[in-house]
């Protein structure tokens, strides 16, 4: 039985795309701003919050909504992206904390 929900879990699950892409946010500001990831495959970000307070990750065209707290790190996973460009910013400090994923 636990072979097969194994199996089950394996399949179900996709693979994700080389290996995670590093992102800082210091100073309220995400570094790097552009992030590109392989259209058509699920990539991971891990964000690293440099800054004293917590802020979220947050895109309404990825879908995605994270909030990181200050000194800490959250992984923010992206589902297959069709070729394109995806805003995103640090929805606390949304005039600094810009940036975009752009699938390609």
Known sequence: MKTLVFALLMVST??????PITVHLK??????ATIKVKAN????LVLFNDDDSAD???SSSLKIE?????????NIRLRAL????YPFMGEYHAATA?????AQ
Do not use: C, S, T, Y
């Open 14 to 19: 996709p693979a994700l795309a080389d290996a």
């Open 27 to 32: 100073n309220h500001r995400f570094m790097p």
């Open 41 to 44: 495959e699920p990539a991971m």
């Open 56 to 58: 979220e990750f947050d």
């Open 66 to 74: 994270k909030v990181v707290p200050g000194h800490a790190k959250g």
């Open 82 to 85: 069709a070729p394109g460009k």
């Open 98 to 102: 810009q940036g975009m994923v752009i």
